[in-house]
Protein backbone atom coordinates (compact mmCIF):
# COMPACT_ATOMS: atom_id res chain seq x y z
CA UNK A 1 0.00 0.00 0.00
CA UNK A 2 1.48 3.75 -0.94
CA UNK A 3 0.78 6.68 1.49
CA UNK A 4 1.06 10.05 0.30
CA UNK A 5 4.57 11.58 1.90
CA UNK A 6 3.40 14.75 3.61
CA UNK A 7 -0.16 15.52 5.12
CA UNK A 8 -0.33 19.39 4.15
CA UNK A 9 -3.16 19.32 7.05
CA UNK A 10 -0.16 18.31 9.85
CA UNK A 11 2.96 19.48 10.92
CA UNK A 12 6.40 17.96 9.71
CA UNK A 13 6.67 16.30 13.16
CA UNK A 14 3.48 14.44 12.93
CA UNK A 15 4.11 13.58 9.49
CA UNK A 16 7.71 11.74 10.30
CA UNK A 17 5.66 10.01 13.24
CA UNK A 18 3.20 8.44 11.07
CA UNK A 19 5.74 7.40 9.07
CA UNK A 20 8.04 6.07 12.15
CA UNK A 21 5.09 4.61 13.19
CA UNK A 22 4.60 2.60 9.66
CA UNK A 23 8.23 1.42 9.26
CA UNK A 24 8.12 0.05 13.20
CA UNK A 25 4.77 -1.82 12.90
CA UNK A 26 6.71 -3.19 9.23
CA UNK A 27 9.29 -4.58 11.67
CA UNK A 28 7.00 -5.97 14.17
CA UNK A 29 5.67 -8.42 11.57
CA UNK A 30 8.92 -9.37 9.57
CA UNK A 31 11.09 -9.66 12.53
CA UNK A 32 11.48 -13.19 14.07
CA UNK A 33 8.38 -13.96 16.35
CA UNK A 34 9.49 -17.84 17.65
CA UNK A 35 9.51 -16.70 20.83
CA UNK A 36 6.25 -14.69 21.33
CA UNK A 37 3.77 -17.16 23.22
CA UNK A 38 0.79 -14.95 23.17
CA UNK A 39 -1.28 -14.44 20.58
CA UNK A 40 -3.75 -11.64 21.46
CA UNK A 41 -1.14 -9.47 22.85
CA UNK A 42 0.62 -9.26 19.73
CA UNK A 43 -2.60 -8.76 17.74
CA UNK A 44 -3.00 -5.92 20.18
CA UNK A 45 -0.03 -4.52 19.58
CA UNK A 46 -0.57 -4.24 16.04
CA UNK A 47 -3.72 -2.96 16.14
CA UNK A 48 -2.55 0.06 18.38
CA UNK A 49 0.58 0.58 16.17
CA UNK A 50 -1.99 1.17 13.07
CA UNK A 51 -3.17 4.42 14.20
CA UNK A 52 -1.35 5.63 17.57
CA UNK A 53 -0.12 9.16 16.60
CA UNK A 54 2.00 10.08 19.80
CA UNK A 55 5.61 9.42 19.65
CA UNK A 56 5.65 8.48 23.28
CA UNK A 57 2.96 5.92 23.23
CA UNK A 58 4.68 4.42 20.13
CA UNK A 59 7.55 4.00 22.26
CA UNK A 60 5.46 1.84 24.86
CA UNK A 61 3.68 -0.47 22.32
CA UNK A 62 7.36 -1.10 21.04
CA UNK A 63 8.63 -2.24 24.70
CA UNK A 64 5.65 -4.06 25.34
CA UNK A 65 6.44 -6.04 22.01
CA UNK A 66 10.00 -6.41 22.89
CA UNK A 67 8.76 -7.88 26.48
CA UNK A 68 6.49 -10.56 24.64
CA UNK A 69 9.51 -11.82 22.70
CA UNK A 70 9.96 -9.21 19.61
CA UNK A 71 13.67 -7.85 21.27
CA UNK A 72 14.78 -7.04 17.83
CA UNK A 73 12.85 -4.31 17.59
CA UNK A 74 15.28 -2.83 20.14
CA UNK A 75 17.68 -1.93 17.27
CA UNK A 76 15.22 0.29 15.61
CA UNK A 77 12.55 2.46 18.06
CA UNK A 78 15.44 4.00 20.37
CA UNK A 79 17.06 5.48 17.71
CA UNK A 80 13.80 6.54 15.71
CA UNK A 81 12.06 7.72 18.44
CA UNK A 82 15.85 9.97 19.06
CA UNK A 83 15.22 11.39 15.32
CA UNK A 84 11.76 12.14 16.22
CA UNK A 85 12.64 14.78 18.67
CA UNK A 86 15.63 16.37 16.59
CA UNK A 87 13.22 16.73 14.04
CA UNK A 88 11.35 18.67 16.57
CA UNK A 89 13.75 20.84 17.65
CA UNK A 90 15.41 21.48 14.21
CA UNK A 91 12.12 22.08 12.37
CA UNK A 92 12.90 21.60 8.73
CA UNK A 93 10.29 22.85 6.28
CA UNK A 94 9.59 19.75 5.25
CA UNK A 95 10.34 16.10 5.08
CA UNK A 96 11.61 16.54 1.38
CA UNK A 97 14.33 19.18 3.34
CA UNK A 98 15.68 15.57 5.33
CA UNK A 99 18.82 14.92 3.45
CA UNK A 100 22.62 13.11 4.72
CA UNK A 101 24.01 16.32 6.39
CA UNK A 102 21.14 16.68 8.54
CA UNK A 103 21.54 12.80 9.71
CA UNK A 104 25.23 12.94 10.21
CA UNK A 105 24.05 15.80 12.41
CA UNK A 106 21.66 13.89 14.38
CA UNK A 107 24.41 11.21 15.01
CA UNK A 108 27.29 13.11 15.77
CA UNK A 109 24.50 14.70 18.66
CA UNK A 110 23.04 11.54 19.63
CA UNK A 111 25.83 8.95 19.24
CA UNK A 112 28.70 10.72 19.94
CA UNK A 113 29.19 8.59 23.80
CA UNK A 114 28.02 4.95 22.11
CA UNK A 115 29.85 2.47 21.48
CA UNK A 116 31.03 1.05 17.72
CA UNK A 117 28.24 -1.20 17.85
CA UNK A 118 25.52 0.71 19.26
CA UNK A 119 26.23 3.71 16.50
CA UNK A 120 25.45 0.83 13.85
CA UNK A 121 22.08 0.56 15.17
CA UNK A 122 21.42 4.21 14.74
CA UNK A 123 22.68 3.64 10.75
CA UNK A 124 20.75 0.63 10.27
CA UNK A 125 17.52 2.02 11.67
CA UNK A 126 17.91 5.71 9.77
CA UNK A 127 18.63 3.55 6.39
CA UNK A 128 16.25 1.07 7.06
CA UNK A 129 13.07 3.61 7.73
CA UNK A 130 14.18 6.04 4.43
CA UNK A 131 14.26 2.73 2.14
CA UNK A 132 10.89 2.22 3.47
CA UNK A 133 10.06 5.12 2.99
CA UNK A 134 11.34 5.43 -0.69
CA UNK A 135 9.27 2.29 -1.70
CA UNK A 136 6.13 3.24 0.48
CA UNK A 137 5.48 6.89 -0.41
CA UNK A 138 3.78 7.99 -3.34
CA UNK A 139 3.72 12.23 -4.61
CA UNK A 140 1.27 11.11 -7.87
CA UNK A 141 0.59 8.00 -9.21
CA UNK A 142 3.60 7.65 -11.02
CA UNK A 143 5.93 9.23 -9.16
CA UNK A 144 7.52 9.24 -5.35
CA UNK A 145 10.24 10.87 -3.87
CA UNK A 146 13.48 9.09 -3.07
CA UNK A 147 15.85 10.34 0.20
CA UNK A 148 18.51 7.64 -1.31
CA UNK A 149 19.58 8.07 2.08
CA UNK A 150 23.37 5.86 2.14
CA UNK A 151 24.74 6.89 5.16
CA UNK A 152 28.37 5.81 3.87
CA UNK A 153 30.76 7.92 6.24
CA UNK A 154 28.28 7.84 9.17
CA UNK A 155 30.36 5.40 11.28
CA UNK A 156 33.71 5.92 9.75
CA UNK A 157 35.37 7.55 12.62
CA UNK A 158 34.19 5.29 14.96
CA UNK A 159 37.00 4.00 17.62
CA UNK A 160 36.98 1.00 18.56
CA UNK A 161 36.04 0.64 22.36
CA UNK A 162 37.39 -1.99 24.52
CA UNK A 163 34.65 -3.91 26.58
CA UNK A 164 34.44 -3.56 30.62
CA UNK A 165 35.11 -6.75 31.77
CA UNK A 166 36.25 -8.99 35.15
CA UNK A 167 40.03 -9.71 36.05
CA UNK A 168 40.39 -13.14 37.20
CA UNK A 169 40.25 -12.04 41.37
CA UNK A 170 37.32 -9.54 40.35
CA UNK A 171 35.37 -13.13 38.87
CA UNK A 172 36.20 -14.81 42.21
CA UNK A 173 34.97 -11.61 44.26
CA UNK A 174 32.22 -11.25 42.26
CA UNK A 175 31.18 -15.36 42.48
CA UNK A 176 31.32 -15.05 46.58
CA UNK A 177 28.59 -11.74 46.46
CA UNK A 178 26.35 -13.29 43.89
CA UNK A 179 26.14 -15.96 46.74
CA UNK A 180 25.92 -13.76 49.41
CA UNK A 181 24.23 -11.23 48.08
CA UNK A 182 20.65 -11.09 50.52
CA UNK A 183 17.88 -11.67 47.74
CA UNK A 184 14.37 -13.89 48.26
CA UNK A 185 14.73 -17.44 48.35
CA UNK A 186 13.24 -18.31 45.32
CA UNK A 187 14.26 -15.58 43.21
CA UNK A 188 17.92 -15.73 44.40
CA UNK A 189 17.99 -19.14 42.95
CA UNK A 190 16.71 -18.66 39.94
CA UNK A 191 19.07 -15.46 39.35
CA UNK A 192 22.46 -17.09 40.50
CA UNK A 193 21.65 -19.66 38.01
CA UNK A 194 21.14 -17.12 35.50
CA UNK A 195 24.30 -14.74 36.25
CA UNK A 196 26.51 -18.05 36.60
CA UNK A 197 25.00 -19.21 33.08
CA UNK A 198 26.46 -16.58 31.96
CA UNK A 199 29.84 -16.04 33.33
CA UNK A 200 30.71 -19.58 32.40
CA UNK A 201 29.31 -19.89 28.99
CA UNK A 202 29.10 -16.40 27.80
CA UNK A 203 25.79 -16.95 26.58
CA UNK A 204 23.85 -13.08 26.02
CA UNK A 205 21.10 -12.64 28.52
CA UNK A 206 18.65 -12.92 25.90
CA UNK A 207 19.61 -16.36 24.89
CA UNK A 208 19.92 -17.23 28.72
CA UNK A 209 16.04 -15.26 29.45
CA UNK A 210 14.62 -17.41 26.39
CA UNK A 211 16.08 -21.00 27.48
CA UNK A 212 13.32 -23.61 26.88
CA UNK A 213 13.18 -26.23 29.68
CA UNK A 214 13.83 -28.87 26.30
CA UNK A 215 17.00 -26.82 25.49
CA UNK A 216 19.03 -27.97 28.52
CA UNK A 217 20.42 -31.74 28.98
CA UNK A 218 22.02 -33.27 31.94
CA UNK A 219 24.33 -35.95 30.36
CA UNK A 220 27.46 -37.20 31.85
CA UNK A 221 27.69 -34.17 34.86
CA UNK A 222 27.44 -31.60 32.15
CA UNK A 223 24.41 -29.89 31.46
CA UNK A 224 24.08 -29.47 27.30
CA UNK A 225 22.33 -26.49 26.30
CA UNK A 226 20.85 -26.25 22.53
CA UNK A 227 21.27 -22.04 22.50
CA UNK A 228 19.15 -20.27 19.77
CA UNK A 229 21.43 -17.14 19.26
CA UNK A 230 21.16 -13.80 17.19
CA UNK A 231 19.47 -15.04 13.57
CA UNK A 232 17.71 -17.98 14.98
CA UNK A 233 21.31 -19.08 14.18
CA UNK A 234 22.03 -22.43 16.99
CA UNK A 235 25.14 -23.51 18.59
CA UNK A 236 25.72 -26.10 21.70
CA UNK A 237 27.45 -25.39 25.02
CA UNK A 238 28.47 -27.44 27.52
CA UNK A 239 28.58 -26.35 31.68
CA UNK A 240 29.32 -28.38 34.59
CA UNK A 241 26.78 -29.60 36.10
CA UNK A 242 28.25 -28.78 39.73
CA UNK A 243 28.39 -25.29 38.72
CA UNK A 244 24.44 -24.90 38.46
CA UNK A 245 23.28 -27.93 40.49
CA UNK A 246 21.95 -26.86 43.68
CA UNK A 247 20.78 -23.61 42.09
CA UNK A 248 18.97 -24.74 39.62
CA UNK A 249 17.08 -28.22 41.46
CA UNK A 250 15.88 -25.57 43.54
CA UNK A 251 14.75 -23.36 41.02
CA UNK A 252 12.68 -26.27 39.18
CA UNK A 253 11.23 -27.22 42.24
CA UNK A 254 9.50 -23.83 42.94
CA UNK A 255 9.40 -23.52 39.15
CA UNK A 256 6.87 -26.80 38.77
CA UNK A 257 4.33 -24.65 41.28
CA UNK A 258 3.45 -22.05 38.55
CA UNK A 259 0.44 -23.15 36.70
CA UNK A 260 1.24 -21.70 33.24
CA UNK A 261 4.67 -20.74 31.55
CA UNK A 262 5.05 -19.27 28.79
CA UNK A 263 6.92 -21.34 25.90
CA UNK A 264 7.75 -23.30 28.59
CA UNK A 265 10.28 -21.47 29.66
CA UNK A 266 13.64 -22.58 32.11
CA UNK A 267 13.46 -19.34 33.94
CA UNK A 268 10.24 -16.96 34.08
CA UNK A 269 8.85 -14.61 36.81
CA UNK A 270 6.19 -15.93 39.12
CA UNK A 271 3.41 -15.44 36.74
CA UNK A 272 5.27 -17.40 34.41
CA UNK A 273 6.11 -14.51 31.84
CA UNK A 274 9.86 -14.18 30.16
CA UNK A 275 12.38 -11.72 32.60
CA UNK A 276 13.10 -8.27 31.50
CA UNK A 277 16.85 -7.21 30.64
CA UNK A 278 15.92 -5.06 32.61
CA UNK A 279 15.85 -6.34 35.64
CA UNK A 280 18.90 -8.39 34.82
CA UNK A 281 20.72 -5.14 35.10
CA UNK A 282 19.86 -3.83 38.01
CA UNK A 283 20.46 -6.87 39.58
CA UNK A 284 24.22 -7.35 38.38
CA UNK A 285 24.78 -3.37 38.66
CA UNK A 286 23.51 -4.09 42.60
CA UNK A 287 25.75 -7.00 43.39
CA UNK A 288 28.95 -5.72 41.88
CA UNK A 289 28.31 -2.60 44.12
CA UNK A 290 27.85 -5.02 46.79
CA UNK A 291 31.24 -7.07 45.95
CA UNK A 292 33.29 -3.50 45.95
CA UNK A 293 33.55 -3.31 41.76
CA UNK A 294 33.12 -0.64 40.03
CA UNK A 295 33.01 -0.66 36.14
CA UNK A 296 32.43 1.71 33.29
CA UNK A 297 29.19 -1.09 32.32
CA UNK A 298 27.97 -3.10 35.08
CA UNK A 299 25.59 -4.97 33.51
CA UNK A 300 25.05 -8.58 32.35
CA UNK A 301 27.34 -8.11 29.11
CA UNK A 302 30.29 -7.62 31.68
CA UNK A 303 29.87 -11.08 32.64
CA UNK A 304 29.69 -12.25 29.10
CA UNK A 305 32.96 -10.42 28.00
CA UNK A 306 34.74 -10.99 31.42
CA UNK A 307 34.08 -15.06 29.80
CA UNK A 308 35.28 -14.24 26.48
CA UNK A 309 38.25 -12.65 27.83
CA UNK A 310 39.65 -15.55 29.75
CA UNK A 311 38.78 -17.89 27.67
CA UNK A 312 41.00 -16.22 24.54
CA UNK A 313 44.00 -15.84 27.46
CA UNK A 314 43.89 -19.15 28.59
CA UNK A 315 43.76 -21.23 24.49
CA UNK A 316 44.50 -18.10 22.33
CA UNK A 317 42.14 -19.72 19.88
CA UNK A 318 39.69 -16.94 18.25
CA UNK A 319 37.69 -20.07 16.55
CA UNK A 320 36.62 -21.58 19.70
CA UNK A 321 35.89 -18.01 20.85
CA UNK A 322 33.44 -16.99 17.66
CA UNK A 323 32.15 -20.60 17.49
CA UNK A 324 31.32 -20.01 22.16
CA UNK A 325 30.20 -16.91 21.70
CA UNK A 326 28.03 -17.12 18.43
CA UNK A 327 29.69 -14.52 16.98
CA UNK A 328 29.06 -14.36 12.75
CA UNK A 329 32.27 -12.49 12.41
CA UNK A 330 35.57 -13.25 13.70
CA UNK A 331 36.58 -9.69 13.94
CA UNK A 332 33.98 -9.13 16.44
CA UNK A 333 35.90 -12.23 18.39
CA UNK A 334 39.17 -10.38 17.42
CA UNK A 335 38.45 -7.24 20.43
CA UNK A 336 39.45 -10.27 23.26
CA UNK A 337 43.26 -10.19 21.78
CA UNK A 338 43.53 -6.71 23.11
CA UNK A 339 43.51 -8.37 26.74
CA UNK A 340 45.89 -10.82 25.87
CA UNK A 341 49.00 -9.97 28.09
CA UNK A 342 51.30 -12.41 27.19
CA UNK A 343 50.85 -11.40 23.61
CA UNK A 344 51.66 -7.61 24.49
CA UNK A 345 54.48 -8.17 26.29
CA UNK A 346 56.56 -8.96 23.46
CA UNK A 347 56.57 -5.06 21.70
CA UNK A 348 58.50 -4.63 24.95
CA UNK A 349 61.15 -6.69 24.23
CA UNK A 350 61.83 -5.84 20.67
CA UNK A 351 64.96 -4.14 21.65
CA UNK A 352 65.94 -6.44 24.30
CA UNK A 353 66.21 -8.82 21.39
CA UNK A 354 67.75 -6.30 18.88
CA UNK A 355 70.56 -5.64 20.76
CA UNK A 356 71.30 -9.60 21.20
CA UNK A 357 71.76 -9.76 17.69
Not at 182 to 195: E, F, Y
Request: glycine share 4%; with cysteine; proline share 3%.
Amino acid sequence: MKYILEDSHKNIEENLTDWVRRFLRYKLTTLSNRLVANKEEMFEILEKMQEEKNIDEITKICRKARNIGLIGINTYFTPLVKFCHFIQKKQPKSLKDIDEEMLNDFLAIYTSSLSPQTKKSYRIALIGLFKYIDKQNEITPSYSHVFGIELKNAIKNSKAKLPSYLKKEEIEIFLKALKDFPCKTNVQKRDRAILNLILHTGIRISEALYLELRHIILEDQHYILNIRGKGDKSRVLIIKQEILKSDLEEWLHFRNTIPKIVNNLLFCNKKGNPITQGYFYKIVEKILKYAGIKKEKMGPHLLRHSFATLLYQQYKDLILVQETLGHADMNTSRIYTHFDKDRLTKMTQVFDDFKKK
